[in-house]
C-alpha cells in the first residue's frame, strides 16, 4: 500500500535539544515538503527538496535543517536554535517538484517542548 | 514572496445551507489546488484548476478559476456533517519555482 509514513506521531523536546522528524515516502515521488502548521492557522513551508541530493529553503527554514540522501527519505531535524517549536509538523510527496502535481501527506508529528 | 488571502476564516452552517470559501492573490497565478484537512488529519487533495474561468463539479461541491486567473471559489451545497473540516487553496505563482503557498484556510462547523 502507497503511501506516505512520518515517525514519531508524538514527541517531546527538551530545552537545548535537537529532536528529528522521520518522513518516508514509497510512492516513487521526486519532489518533497516540510510543513509547519500552527492551531487554526495555514501550513508554512520549513524546506522542500524537487529531487534527490537537493533541497531549498522554504519561508520558515530558520532553526530546522534537512537531508535528502536517498529518494524515500527526507529527515527534518529541529535544532535548539528554533525557539518556539511547538507545532503540527506534516511531511507532503508530489511526482514533481513545479508544483503542477498534487501534495500527498504524511500523518503529521505533533512536537511538544517539555 | 508568493501572498494569498483566504477568507472567510471561520464559517459557521445549520446542515442542508451552502457555503463558500474564497481565495485571492493580487498577482497571477499558475494553478490554484483545493485540500480538505478533517478535524485532526491531514490535507487531503481535492483538485488543481488551471485555465482562466475554470469551473469543475465534485458532487456538491463546485470550484471556480477567476477569468483573470487570481482568484477562486470552493462553494459546496447543501452541507452535511461530513463536509467539517478546514479547506485550503494552495497557489503557485508565476516566480514560485514549484513552491506551493497555501492560504490559512476556512474552519468549517456544520450544525445538524
Known amino acids: 500500500d502507497g503511501g506516505i509514513t512520518q515517525s514519531p506521531k508524538y514527541l517531546f523536546r527538551k530545552e537545548g535539544q535537537n529532536v528529528t522528524l522521520s518522513c518516508e515516502q514509497n510512492l516513487n515521488h521526486d519532489a518533497m515538503y516540510w510543513y509547519r502548521q500552527d492551531p487554526g492557522q495555514g501550513l508554512r513551508l520549513i524546506y522542500y527538496s524537487q529531487i534527490v541530493n537537493d533541497f531549498q529553503k522554504g519561508d520558515i527554514a530558520e532553526g530546522y535543517s534537512v537531508s535528502r540522501e536517498k529518494k524515500e527519505s527526507f529527515p527534518l531535524t529541529v535544532t535548539s536554535a528554533q525557539k518556539n517549536p511547538t507545532a503540527f509538523y506534516l511531511c507532503?510527496?508530489?511526482?514533481?517538484?513545479?508544483?503542477?502535481?498534487?501534495?500527498?501527506f504524511g500523518d503529521g508529528t505533533r512536537l511538544s517542548i517539555l | 514572496g508568493q501572498q494569498v488571502m483566504q477568507i472567510p476564516q471561520y464559517q459557521h452552517v445549520q446542515e442542508g445551507e451552502d457555503f463558500t470559501t474564497y481565495c485571492n492573490s493580487s498577482t497571477t497565478l499558475s494553478n490554484i489546488q483545493w485540500y480538505k484537512q478533517r478535524p485532526g488529519g491531514h490535507p487531503v487533495f481535492l483538485i488543481q484548476?488551471?485555465?482562466?474561468?475554470e469551473v469543475k463539479k465534485q458532487k456538491r461541491l463546485t470550484f471556480q478559476f477567476g477569468e483573470a486567473k487570481k482568484n477562486s471559489s470552493l462553494h459546496i451545497t447543501a452541507t452535511q456533517t461530513t463536509d467539517v473540516g478546514t479547506y485550503f487553496c494552495a497557489v503557485k505563482g508565476g516566480t514560485s519555482y514549484g513552491k506551493l503557498t497555501f492560504g490559512q484556510g476556512t474552519i468549517l462547523t456544520v450544525h445538524p
Open positions: 484548476l488551471v485555465k482562466s474561468g
Open positions: 507532503a510527496s508530489s511526482i514533481e517538484g513545479w508544483g503542477n502535481q498534487p501534495q500527498h
